[in-house]
T-cell receptor, first 114, second 111 residues
Framework: DAGITQSPRHKVTETGTPVTLRCHQTENHRYMYWYRQDPGHGLRLIHYSYGVKDTDKGEVSDGYSVSRSKTEDFLLTLESATSSQTSVYFC?????????????FGDGTRLSIL | RKEVEQDPGPFNVPEGATVAFNCTYSNSASQSFFWYRQDCRKEPKLLMSVYSSGNEDGRFTAQLNRASQYISLLIRDSKLSDSATYLCVVNPAGNNRKLIWGLGTSLAVNP
């Protein structure tokens, strides 16, 4: 299995609080991605990174920010969590960002915003 | 028409059966395709890429039909451990930032 660790695995917090999710990889892959998965929706890309300090928005980036200060770490921050951000969050990595380069996923973080 | 469509199932089959899923896509320029499996409350795991010529990995066979814009997954000799949700993924743009994920097809293999 790809060396991807997400933390925390589960979190329950209140509306309005800041939340940071961490993705750590040991594969030295350049590309990292944050997704959310919700019932009735396929996986949706929140943000991605194509290198240290290089990030860009995905399909559902509103309310989220990211940072990548080291190749191995990609952080996702909810500055002021809302109930609509209750979801399962997956981090993914890929070696290249071209055709036929599959992504590999971490175990996920289950986040509940009350 | 949705960008990627899958029959949600569930498909209930006995052990040893052969089962096939299709996934249709709307963008005729789509360039790469994948099947992932996802177990309940787990992360998606790559099952196989889908090549134009079709490809086989053990009991699993994937096919691409560009003319009709669908990909298929055939599972032979189903095992209990094949019970999962199978996600179709389409890459319309040539980079991983634009992957389109299907909602998945649920498979239950029964003893």
């Amino acid at each position: 299995d790809a060396g991807i660790t997400q933390s925390p695995r589960h979190k329950v917090t209140e509306t309005g609080t800041p939340v940071t999710l961490r993705c750590h990889q040991t594969e030295n892959h350049r590309y990292m991605y944050w997704y959310r998965q919700d019932p009735g929706h396929g996986l949706r890309l929140i943000h991605y990174s194509y290198g240290v300090k290089d990030t860009d928005k995905g399909e559902v980036s509103d309310g989220y920010s990211v940072s990548r200060s080291k190749t191995e770490d990609f952080l996702l921050t909810l500055e002021s969590a809302t109930s609509s951000q209750t979801s399962v969050y997956f981090c993914a990595i890929s070696e290249r960002d071209t055709n036929n380069q599959p992504q590999h996923f971490g175990d996920g973080t289950r986040l509940s915003i009350l | 028409r949705k960008e990627v469509e899958q029959d949600p199932g569930p498909f209930n089959v006995p052990e040893g059966a052969t089962v096939a899923f299709n996934c249709t896509y709307s963008n005729s320029a789509s360039q790469s395709f994948f099947w992932y499996r996802q177990d309940c409350r787990k992360e998606p795991k790559l099952l196989m890429s889908v090549y134009s010529s079709g490809n086989e990995d053990g009991r699993f066979t994937a096919q691409l039909n560009r003319a009709s814009q669908y990909i298929s997954l055939l599972i032979r000799d189903s095992k209990l451990s094949d019970s999962a949700t199978y996600l179709c993924v389409v890459n319309p743009a040539g980079n991983n930032r634009k992957l389109i994920w299907g909602l998945g097809t649920s498979l239950a293999v029964n003893p």
